[in-house]
């Protein structure tokens, strides 16, 4: 069993990640962590389950087993900011999303950051880029959906309430211009959830690095509320949560639809 995340390998050209969805601290992180860390609330709860639809199409689907506490996939390994101006949480999270410090003492120098990147970073980021050039050699293409979760009102972090549901394509950098039209089409189409396109959350590291449509991989992230399918205050909601899987494997199965 791997240690560090587990990996389908479906038959499809598309590959789902769920980078924040792991809950997992080691001990010797934890011991240097506040009592309110280890609740691991900023973690992207259920996205496993809320996802997991992947199998059933085709798709691949990787999924980490260690909290962004640990180190944060969806951040660059040269921790510059995602979003130059506005408050960030780090390549190694220093601070919770509402501010406070994650930390009882001093935080993790560089060689402790170094040592997790690749401890727990790198094989995450080798094992998705692996299956994503396999999946363009079978397919001749291929698509990554980058899936996350967050509360919607996080004033340290954000003014105001999210949208349900916020498309990121990097402003268009990281897919077809024809394939970010198809989804923002899905999303139009319904009134159950509201939604933006390329909002606050324009996608993370791993949807601007991975996403390259002139090379033939596209990548596109979804940000959606915790409230779209949780229960206060992360507990699984089985009526919200039909609802939102419907409409992610509408988008998900619109991006294998979709044609280069």
Not at 212 to 222: D, F, I, L
């Amino acid at each position: 069993m791997n240690e560090i995340f587990t990996l389908h390998r479906g038959t499809r050209p598309l590959l789902i990640s769920v980078p924040h969805a792991g809950t997992a601290i080691p001990p010797d992180i934890a011991a240097q962590l506040v009592p309110r860390a280890l609740e691991v609330e900023d973690a992207d709860w259920h996205l496993d389950r809320l996802y997991d639809f992947a199998l059933a199409i085709g798709a691949s689907f990787i999924v980490p087993r260690h909290a962004r506490y640990v180190v944060d996939l969806n951040r660059p390994p040269e921790n510059t900011p995602m979003y130059p101006g506005q408050n960030n949480t780090e390549l190694v999270p220093t601070r919770f999303f509402t501010g406070e410090p994650v930390y009882a003492g001093a935080v993790p120098g560089e060689a402790e950051i170094q040592r997790r990147v690749a401890t727990y970073w790198r094989p995450y980021h080798d094992a998705l880029a692996a299956e994503l050039a396999r999946l363009k050699a079978a397919h001749g293409h291929a698509v990554l959906f980058d899936g996350h979760s967050i509360q919607a009102e996080l004033p340290w972090l954000f003014e105001g309430r999210l949208p349900d549901l916020n498309l990121g394509t990097a402003s268009g950098a990281a897919c077809a211009p024809s394939l970010r039209s198809a989804l923002m089409a899905v999303l139009a189409s319904q009134s159950r959830f509201t939604h933006v396109t390329d909002g606050r959350f324009k996608g993370g590291y791993i949807t601007r690095h991975y996403g390259q449509p002139s090379h033939g991989v596209q990548a596109v992230q979804m940000e959606m509320g915790w409230h779209c399918y949780l229960a206060e205050p992360h507990g699984w909601d089985p009526a919200r949560a039909t609802d939102a899987r419907a409409l992610l494997q509408r988008l998900a199965e619109t991006m294998l639809a979709w044609q280069p």
